[in-house]
């Protein structure tokens, strides 16, 4: 049984503008995310993450939002939008309040206002607050309460984590977007909608690392005992290595960018010594064998780099070689073969891919790793509103059912 809401994830990254939409779905007792459409188009005006042309970005925006329309056969209206980038910093912070009620018990409420009460704290300056994220509470002492509603308790205490953007980069996205003719729903941190939907529960709970490979960034998120522990964004994404290659190889960046998308492989090893490749027949200008192996020595180096620097991010967090659940690699970067084998060696981590948990779909790119920053948003959405509520938060209007969406494939395809 579908809802007849649909909802919509924009994801502005260094080298595509990818956007899905999905619906909630009950199957059973239980809820799905249902995802009815998803597209991409090429950014321009996006550099690591960060916007440095307002006007080419819109345009980006734009085609992607007009290309999913055409597909769905509905208008996006207020999307949930991706923030990523190096600009995002996390704080901790404590929020205390008293109790109202005389007989002691704790209703929602009250939760609600300490974690309030943790949003007075100092940002950093020219930083605004994106998510403040409850960690535990404590009811008169008694710590490490995940839900303190139906307690009794005179004081109530919450530890949380909120996450900052710089204002501009902020600014800059919400510009973008409204520039289209669309009001925004919430921002959300990229990774933090990703590790949603690629994670399950169990895995957030044991201790585990989701790596958000993207063009020009990665982003990593520590999770343990359900809670976000440490952000970090590193300057280093698929794109060094696309230009590495064109280094390596002395020829011009969309001849790397292809040897890379149909040869690459992060452990040179698996390679024989023998097997070449011709340049021209991948664009070049003229006939010249590379050697397979070392093209993967190139991408080899450069993927160990950024695995190095995962690494230092772990340290920082305190849990390098202790997270039970491993590592989770997701985003464009991490289709390379051979990622999840040399991950497991540096990491001394299980590794695996992470492919959204959890969701149907009518289109193969649910199963594309770019997508799952746009599909966590869509996700993120669907829990955040209520099925109760029938027309606010993150909704595409217009699109009654999946029939009528179908109907929209079908024309856009022509089938």
């Known amino acids: 049984m579908a809802d007849d809401r649909l909802f919509a994830g924009i994801d502005i990254g260094s080298t595509a503008v990818r956007i ?12 799905q995310v249902h995802i009815i459409g998803a597209t991409e188009v090429p950014s321009e005006g996006i550099n690591r993450g960060v916007i440095n042309s307002i006007e080419d970005a819109v345009s980006s925006v734009s085609a992607c939002i007009e290309k999913v329309e055409r597909m769905t056969g509905a208008p996006v209206e207020l999307p949930w939008v991706a923030v990523s980038g190096a600009n995002v910093v996390m704080q901790s912070s404590k929020g205390v309040i008293a109790v109202s009620r005389a007989d002691g018990e704790i209703h929602e409420d ?8 943790a949003r007075t704290v100092a940002t950093p300056v020219n930083y605004e607050i994106l998510h403040v994220i409850p960690r535990s509470f404590t009811v008169d002492g008694q710590v490490g309460v995940k839900d303190p509603v139906g307690m009794n308790g005179i004081r109530l205490e919450v530890d949380t984590q909120i996450i900052h953007g710089l204002s501009s980069h902020v600014k800059n996205i919400t510009k973008c977007v409204y520039r289209t003719g669309l009001n925004i729903e919430k ?5 933090l909608a990703a590790s949603d939907v690629v994670t399950t529960a169990r895995q957030r709970e ?21 809670d976000l522990l440490h952000v970090a964004t590193l300057p280093l994404g698929s794109e060094h290595i696309t230009a590495d290659i064109a280094i390596g190889l002395r020829t011009s960046i969309d001849v790397a960018e292809r040897v890379k998308l149909q040869y690459g492989h992060c452990l040179a090893t698996d390679i024989p010594k023998k097997e070449e490749i011709n340049l021209r027949e991948l664009g070049a200008d003229q006939d010249e064998f590379v050697a397979l192996r070392y093209v993967a020595e190139i991408v080899q180096a450069r993927t160990e780099e950024i695995l190095e620097n995962v690494d230092k991010e772990l340290v920082k967090a305190g849990r390098q070689g202790m997270l039970p659940a491993g590592i989770i690699f997701t985003g464009g970067g991490s289709k390379l073969p051979g990622l999840v084998e040399l991950a497991r060696e540096k990491l001394r981590l299980p590794a695996t891919l992470g492919y959204p948990v959890g969701v149907t ?4 790119r649910v199963n594309d790793l770019s997508f799952t920053t746009a599909i966590g948003l869509v996700a993120w959405g669907i829990g955040q509103v209520p099925p ?20 929209g494939l079908r024309k856009w395809f022509g089938w």
């Open 20 to 31: 899905a939409v999905g619906q909630r779905v009950s199957v059973g007792d239980r809820e």
């Open 110 to 117: 009250d939760a609600d206002r300490a974690v309030e009460q």
């Open 187 to 191: 921002l959300v941190l990229g990774v």
């Open 206 to 226: 044991l201790g585990c690392a989701v790596v958000n490979i993207g063009g020009a960034t990665t982003t990593v998120a520590v999770h343990e005992q359900g």
């Open 361 to 364: 779909s009518i289109t193969d």
């Open 388 to 407: 109760e509520t029938r027309q606010s938060g993150g909704i595409l209007r217009g699109a009654k059912s999946v029939e009528k969406a179908m109907t």
